[in-house]
């Protein structure tokens, strides 16, 4: 360092020092005074750089900073908005469950038509579509939200159709009127007491000896008992002759309006394909053809491909005390399971 060592008369002077060991130029001396206050400075900077960053981090782990401020605020704003979305999601179901119990218990009530299968609506979305929300902060709070705003989707997805169904009903009325199922197939005074065999999705079948559903319902009645049917239509089948997969002789009516009617076990066909029948207009006579252990008249009602109970569509014509009495009394017989 003795290089760099200057009398107080040079530093007074402004005499460049000399090299003790040869003498370097002035400029040589300049260069390194000046890498020397480079270097003071740098680490100056530094220095204070890390000074204020302990102090910053050590005030932001005591205290807010303005930006902590902000995000806390957008976070409680964040989810006082999830909050109100909940509250309005549950608003628009209470708002569509009326809709839809509107529709069930009135408008398809004048109409005298089934609520819309939903076969399909329902299926669940898979598991992993919420997957991206798991390791979110909000999850617990977002994945609730949308899984309702999901099933919402579906609900109204589902009530558009039934909406567009009943659309179309009210431009065929009259027509429909005529064409649903809407009476019994055979005269009550026919059947033997109150023999009437339930509509049940598992039923011990009597002739092939294991459980299986039920399609329809049996009347207990006479071999060659007037049946007549339910509503206008056009006869797809009428077989007088093939054993048609233990239905034996057999009539299926085309009601249009998704709904078709099914006459088995029958002694004898009294209609043709692509035949136009009436409400009442006598089809066929019961028997005991096919899988039937004795006579009687297997009734069913198919809405848009499903069996329904057909017992609801004899209502029009009975009281509710007289509904309830005929409920009570069906069971299971042993004459098929269909």
Not at 62 to 84: A, G, H, S
Request: hydrophobic share 35%.
């Amino acid at each position: 360092m003795e290089f760099f060592r200057m009398t107080s008369d040079e530093r007074k002077h402004g005499n460049a020092p000399r090299a003790a060991a040869g003498g370097g130029s002035a400029d040589e001396v300049s260069a390194v005074t000046l890498r020397l206050r480079v270097y003071r400075t740098i680490r100056k900077v530094i220095l204070g750089f890390l000074f204020v960053s302990v102090v910053n981090v050590l005030f932001s782990y005591f205290f807010y900073t303005p930006k902590m401020y902000r995000i806390n605020r957008d976070n409680r704003e964040l989810v006082i908005r999830y909050r109100i979305l909940q509250e309005r999601i549950r608003t628009a179901h209470r708002r569509l469950d009326a809709i839809r119990h509107r529709d069930n218990h009135v408008y398809r009530s004048l109409f005298g038509t089934d609520t819309l299968a939903i076969e399909g609506v329902w299926q669940p979305y898979p598991a992993s579509k919420y997957d991206a929300l798991a390791g979110d902060e909000f999850a617990r709070l977002m994945v609730p939200t949308w899984q309702q705003l999901d099933a919402l989707a579906r609900e109204l997805y589902l009530e558009s159709r039934s909406m567009d169904e009943l659309q179309q009903l009210t431009r065929n009325k009259e027509q429909l009127a005529s064409a649903i199922p809407a009476i019994w197939p055979i005269d009550r005074k026919a059947l033997h007491g109150n023999h009437i065999g339930a509509f049940t999705y598992r039923r011990f079948h009597p002739v092939l000896g294991y459980t299986r559903p039920h399609k329809g319902v049996d009347f207990g009645c006479d071999r060659g008992t007037p049946v007549f049917a339910t509503g206008d239509a056009t006869v797809e089948i009428a077989d007088g002759r093939g054993y048609n997969g233990g239905y034996g002789r057999m009539v299926l009516l085309d009601h249009e309006f998704g709904y078709k009617t099914r006459y088995a076990h029958l002694d004898k066909v009294l209609v043709e394909p692509g035949q136009r029948v009436a409400r009442g207009q006598l089809i066929a006579l019961t028997g005991n053809t096919g899988l039937s252990k004795g006579p009687h008249l297997h009734y069913e009602v198919i809405h848009k491909g499903t069996p329904v109970n057909p017992v609801n569509y004899f209502n029009r014509n009975m009281t509710a005390e007289e509904y309830e009495e005929l409920m009570s009394k069906m069971r299971e017989t042993n004459y098929e399971s269909f």
